[in-house]
Each structure stands twice: as C-alpha cells, then as structure tokens.
C-alpha cells in the first residue's frame, strides 16, 4: 500500500537518544508511555509501522539522502545558490552543523531508536506468534538498513542496540563490528519474512529485500563468497521466479508503475498535501526529490546537475537496431532528450545550443501535479508520489556478477550482465567483448553501472567500495570528470563530518577527520 506508516500520534515517544537535553523526567498522564504502550497485537503493528514512518523524514529517503548519494559523487555537481549546500556537495564544507548532515544522522537514529523498541518489547506480547516474529524481522531489516546508510556515510558510529534513554552517552563502534551486527540482524530476519505480501500491505520487507541487503552489505565490505551466497537466492535460488526486468526501463521510476517485478524494496511516497514536516497525521508523505533535482523556474530550484560526461558514456555504443540507449532519456534531461518535459518539447525546455543536463529519474515532469479549473500544472512539489526504489533487481544481477567476477569467475559473471543490456537492447557483453581479464570486467561493470544505475543513490557507494576514494591517483580520475574533487581531501572527505552538536551533547564521540 502506499501509506504503510499509519501514524498514531502516541507513538511518537521519544525521538533520537543521540540527539537531546537533560530534561526534568515527569509522566504526562495525558501521553502513552513506553510501559504503557506494548501491549497488544495492534500495538505492535503501530510500532513496526513507526520504523516504517522514518522514510519520511528529510535526513532520509524523502531528500537529504538523494542528495548526498548522487551530486556528491562524480556524475554530478552542485549548481545551487544556497550556499551551505553547495560546500556540503563540494568538498568546502565548513558549518559541521549543516541542516542536511544533521538530518541524516538524527532520522536515522531516530529509525533506529523505534526499531530498537519492536525489537526489545514485541517479544513480550500475547499475540500470534508467526506475526510476531515478521514485525521483530522487519524492524531488524529496518534497523539495518539505517546503519548500512550511516556506516557507508560516516564510517565510525554509535551501535545502538537497546532502547536509548536521555542520558546515554554512547561511544562509536567500529566499522567491522557496525558491519557485523547489519549481518548479523539481516541473517536473523531472513526466515521469518514472507516472500511476498497482499496489496494492503505491499512495500513491507520481504526475504527477497533482506537477502539483498545483506548481499549488498557483504559486498560493500569486499566479502565476495557472503555475497554471491546472499545474492544468489534472488538470482538462482528460490526466488529467481519472483523478480524479473521491466520492459520498459522507465517504468521504474513513474508512480504508475510501482512496485513492479524489478522492485525488491521501494519507499512508499504518496502525493498528499501536509501541514508539517514532523510525526502526526498530516505529516509529509511525499517524496521530495523533485524541487531539489528540478532544472529551475517553475520546474524546481536547480540545486543540482549532472556532468555531460554521463551523457557521454551513453553514447559509446548504440543499440542493436542502431538507435541510442533508451536508458539515458530516463536518466538524463538535456538537449537531445526526446519527446516533452513538464508538458512542453524538451527541446523548448533546454535549448539545442544549452550543455547542462539535469537527473531525470523520480522528476515530475511527466504528469500535472495539478489540474485547477481543467488547466493542468506541471511542477515540482515536495509532496512528490513516486516511490523510491531502493533496491532494484538490475541492480542485484550487477552486484550478483560483480561477486563472480571477484571471486575471480569471470567467464559465469557475463550472462547476468548481458540480461541488464539486452533489456536496453544493447548486443550481449559475451559476443562483443568475450575473454575480459578480472580487472578489464571491473571497469566494464563500472560503465554498465553507470548506464543503468545513474541518479538513484548507488554511486557513491560504488565509488567507496571500488577504492576511488582512497587512492591519491584514483581522485585524479574523478577531478578529470568532476573539477569539484580538486577540493576532496582524502581523510577529510571519504567520510561526513559528525554534526558539532552531536559531539558538543556526547564527549564520547570522536570527529572523523
């Protein structure tokens, strides 16, 4: 369904540990507590649905996460006038309390911090105990999900496990053990997930998302075998019949197509108009991408922009029939993007002689946001209805043969490849380009990635994971395509700075750089 967090506002307890001030500790007769809350099958519904309901949050899915996956890495760049945003996308940043890293480090705990409390009290309930179990499941998935964001972003980070109180203090894990306990809650909620649910409930974790991430995790930490093992239930095992490639490539992105056979796990945004940005129920449900990656006037604020470069890459090889790869008017709005956008030829939008490109995927310019007395408007809007795929099943055939290729079985990593080109009609990898060494397959993966995966929250990990950012003569490559990394400096900019206010709350924290 496209609403999954049906917010009770008595759930909203305490917020994040990690972020609060020491407070007198009186009960409000007039709130539920904690004690008081955990106490029915419905209870727990709500709770697990609360996890769900920190998608969102800005410094989640909803925007702040889009933003610092996507311009931040090479394909992109900062185009913006607001100033603390385009330091945070530049590598100049100087305010270590940006609203934007703020967000994401105190939404996510604030996920984490719900999930923590399914995890600690459902188990108490008097409830049937297969649902139990799912709702314990999927708020492990949830919890991991949340620090496989934080770990990839700000490497060395408080592991909290329990429900936090006001006064915890807590110190920061170290990578591996983060790692491992994201593994470790993955592999627990694997057998208590369904592999599929009812339409009332579509967009819950399914096995098929909780082995994914879990491959993903393996992967982004090099751990080949985990992964292809992981990866391998979707791919070959016995969820190979359940997922499959859209016909239509676009189809991933349009809120008309959701929760399709390529999805394997998808935020759930839903254009309603709200009053606030917080908990309650005429909170924010939308996907709020759109105004940000938006190329401008009308169409949104021009914060952001792809390098043409991208568009470029596209441009290496044409289909089989001769045509150009249909992925990139998907993917990139430009000058020789086909057909209309926000109701109007593209070629009226963006000039012949115009170079920018904007990120196409998840803009509202296919559709009126709105129609007032049968004139339609096109626009932006923060309350965006298309659902954020976070996991796609193209995506897994990619990592599924980056996982071969690693453990040096490059030969069987083809046929996965070629099933992703031959959707874009593209002629197999095996014919034109057979007997790769382990590393030429490498840099093919990374230009297949680009062509299938570009402006949906994937590169920067790549680049993290491929070690781009931690070689001096790699971040020379990215400064060839993107001048802002003439700014990056390794030990400073791998990883995102810890918001002051954290570290000026918690003396146990330690500032990444």
């Keep these: 369904m496209k609403r999954i967090a049906k917010y009770i506002l008595a759930f909203a307890l305490v917020g994040t540990a990690l972020s609060c001030e020491h407070t007198l500790d009186v009960d409000n007769p007039n709130e539920v507590s904690e004690q008081s809350f955990w106490q029915t099958g419905n209870d727990a519904l709500a709770g697990v649905n609360a996890v769900y309901g920190a998608f969102y949050r800005n410094g989640t899915y909803a925007r702040w996460l889009q933003m610092y996956l996507n311009p931040r890495s090479d394909d992109g760049f900062a185009s913006t006038g607001w100033g603390e945003l385009k330091s945070t996308i530049d590598f100049t940043q100087v305010d270590l309390n940006f609203e934007g890293t703020r967000n994401i480090w105190d939404h996510h705990y604030r996920a984490i911090y719900r999930a923590n409390q399914v995890i600690a009290y459902v188990p108490n309930i008097q409830m049937d105990e297969t649902l ?10 949830l919890r991991a999900i949340h620090y496989f964001n934080l770990v990839s972003l700000f490497r060395s980070v408080p592991l909290v496990l329990e429900p936090s109180k006001p006064t915890d203090l807590p110190s920061q894990a170290t990578e591996e053990a983060t790692w491992s306990q994201i593994e470790k809650d993955l592999t627990e909620a694997v057998p208590h997930l369904p592999t599929a649910y009812d339409a009332e409930n579509r967009g819950r974790v399914t096995r098929g998302a909780a082995y994914a991430l ?106 089989t029939n001769g045509q150009n790869d249909p992925r990139l008017a998907a993917t990139a709005l430009y000058n020789g993007t086909p057909g209309t956008s926000y109701g109007k030829a593209v070629s009226e939008l963006v000039p012949p002689g115009d170079q920018r490109v904007w990120y196409r995927k998840y803009l509202n310019d296919y559709f009126p946001i709105r129609v007032t007395g049968g004139v339609p408007e096109y626009g932006e809007t923060f309350e965006g209805p298309i659902n954020f795929r976070v996991i796609r099943y193209a995506d897994v055939l990619l990592m ?114």
């Design 214 to 319: 879990l491959g993903k995790a393996h992967l982004q930490q090099r751990e080949y075998q985990p992964a292809l093992n992981a990866f391998a239930w979707l791919v070959e095992g016995e969820g190979k019949g359940q997922y499959g490639l859209m016909p239509n490539y676009r189809d991933n992105f349009l809120h008309t197509t959701e929760n399709n056979m390529e999805s394997v796990f998808e935020v759930q945004f839903s254009q309603i108009q709200s009053t606030t940005d917080e908990d309650s129920p005429t909170s924010n449900l939308g996907n709020q991408r759109g105004p940000f990656f938006g190329p401008g006037g009308n169409y949104g604020f021009n914060d952001m922009e792809m390098h043409r470069w991208v568009v470029n890459e596209f441009m290496e090889e044409q289909t």
């Design 400 to 513: 599924y043969a980056e996982s071969l290729n690693g453990l040096g079985r490059t030969n069987e990593a083809y046929q996965y490849v070629d099933r992703v080109r031959q959707r874009a009609g593209l002629a197999p990898l095996s014919t034109t380009r057979p007997g790769l060494s382990q590393q030429e397959f490498l840099r093919q993966l990374e230009h297949e990635r680009i062509t299938e995966l570009t402006g949906e929250s994937t590169r920067w990990l790549d680049l993290l994971r491929w070690g781009y950012l931690d070689d001096p003569a790699r971040i020379n490559e990215l400064k060839a395509r993107d001048p802002e990394f003439n700014n990056f400096d390794i030990p400073r900019d791998k990883w995102l700075p810890i918001p002051q206010s954290e570290l000026d709350l918690n003396p146990n924290l330690d500032q990444n750089f």
């Design 132 to 141: 139990k179990q799912r709702y314990i499941a999927e708020a492990k998935f």
